[in-house]
């Protein structure tokens, strides 16, 4: 019998219900028992969902994060947060948003609470609170929430697995704040993994999934041996481990966790399938392996029969040991197909979330365990579907296959090297000194997002719309040209979202509903699904430029996103290489960058934010991957003649161990995120490295403060320290579609004010 289960479920919510409910209560708009009453039902509704399974994941629903929970439930909270007084899930709270000192609170001799450094979880969109260390951490064990919610799962009759992640990724995965060695925690910090299991026991647990993703990156000998202390140590526990790695391959760690002592060990059988028969080799004949065979990470239909012709011989070897389930927690898609009644009907047959994996999972299961005959009806429709995808001419577009076959290198070169071009675009743009610009949008009014909606839903018709949009953009040049700035953009009053934006116009897109996937704590994002070959049908962005362009002598910057970012936060197909499909998105891009030229636009912006998101989680693979990511950028940007300048902007700059692909991207002019780390980061652009042009962010776009003008000068000229005065921009860290127009125009006017006297003064 192959056992069937599951890593983890999305928590927020078909429809956003813990968004909601969380965001109310952070507004004052609603109670704490409200929301937990919220976090109940959704508990109760995804283990429901999950019926059928033979083990069921158990606390793995989080309020706002996996890893803060450990955090909780390790007792690590940051120290800047104990002493409060108040409910336990409001100081978690603390931790996850900060709190400023407002007055109420400093007349409360209360002062503010920073929030915990987040970032990224693996090469997922999903973000996650950096636990903190210092060389007197010290650990405690709080079982309340696990143990709350398994009792709710066995008042449910639920088969409860729980949850946690291990204690060498939990460390691994933590910042140090006073330089010790966050290793030299273990010790600490594994009594309280060992009291955590015995109180589990305690509850009849039988077996517990301990999360260990950090054996898919590359670990040095001392996490390597930290994991056979750890394990070791937990050796005596009495629950079961199942030691759960997903998001890639274990590769030369295969032996460490074949012989760790754990009762059975879960492997990301999508991405890490060539660790399968090694592993089936060195696996001691005592364990468990559980193959996650239904990626996580995708919204595609798993070919069941392939699966099966796979599996079939695997499961003769292990028998008993085997168990299957998708490759990592269901929290990086989306909740459930059957919501979306306006995707098309094609596409949609394509496609499985959440709910719909689970599904293949009991198919599977029956399968191996009855026979395909168990399953025929469904065995044959998922191969119809599967069948009809590959062949059909949505996905299959000759022209731009043969489009991509034709890219030469000569479509990565511009006609001149850097230095010839910026003496062209210098006399055709006649610049000052310390130009000044945006990165692209200005503030999305309430005006613009009812009209955004008006027209989708029909009650505003194309011309009413064009006419708002068009008035909104005449606003921004207007404004723009007010306070003095240099080179100016139309605002992107037209977009919704810099991805959806281009991705509606192209085909082989299409667009969920509901298809919310969580980003951190209440914030979701809905990526679009990238299923087809790429082509653009007509121009997207033309016909804004030049209206904006018309109505100001100042160069107005075109504004796109860039290939890579379109792939990264997009569903791609998964029948091609990733790099195929984003030489696709370059051309099409391209083609809309020729267009902005040949309608007389002189500068145009690519906007590339999520270039660094796509580096694989194994140094060793990042070349690869470098390399194609700038050929395509190259492909969109370098269609056109020197005098026309090209920009690109990414949201960071930490660029040291990849500056060298940033040079290669060989943009005219980059702006990059640098203001709260105070032009330090800048160090990696030097001369050698970097020849181009920099607009360092002045200002921290996130802050609905408005910056002074000697912060920025002084700022300015640190950066102008590390690069020549001559190839330096005055710009903002990142777009201003979040902001208010009355703290962007202050603000900006401050900008300007200071590249006037850098002007005069250096
Ligand atoms: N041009 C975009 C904007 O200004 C860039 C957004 C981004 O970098 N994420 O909004
Ligand atoms: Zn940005």
Redesign the pocket.
Known sequence: MAITHNLGFPRIGAKRELKFAAESYWKGQSSLAALTSVGAELRARHWQDQAGLDLVPVGDFSFYDQMLDMSVTLGNLPERVRGFGGDALDNYFRVARGRSAAAADEQAGCAGVWAGEMTKWFDTNYHYIVPEFTAVTTFSLDASRLLTQLTEAKARGVAAKPVIIGPVTYLALGKSKDESDRLDLLERLLPVYAELLQVLAAEGVDWVQIDEPILVTELDVRWRHAFEVAYHSLKGTPVKLLLATYFGELQDQRYLVANLPVAGVHIDAVRGRDDVVPLLNLLPSTKVLSLGIIDGRNIWKTDLNGVLDWLEPIQEQLGERLWIAPSCSLLHVPVDLDSEDRLDAEVWSWLAFAKQKLSELRVLATALNDGRQAVQAELEANRAACEGRRRSPRVNNPAVKAAVARIDSRMGQRQSPYAERAAKQAELLALPKFPTT????FPQTREIRQARADFKAGRLDAEGYQATMKAEIARCVREQELIGLDVL?HG?AE?ND?VEYFGEQLEGYAFSRYGWVQSYGSRCVKPPILFGDISRPKPMTVGWITYAQSLTDKPMKG?L?APV?MLNWSFVRDDQPRSDTCRQLALAIRAEVVDLERAGVKVI?I?E??FREGLPLRKSQWQAYLDWAVECFRIAANGVADETQIHT???YSEFNDIIGSIADLDADAITIETARSDMELLDAFDDFRYPNDIGPGVYDIHSPNIPAEARMVALMRKAAERIPAERLWVNPD????TRQWEEVIPSLTSMVAAAKTLRTTL
């Open positions: 945006t990165i692209g949008s953009v992107e977009r810099m504004m996103t970012t912006q906007d934010p999520a902007h990414m949201c990142c777009g201003l579609k």
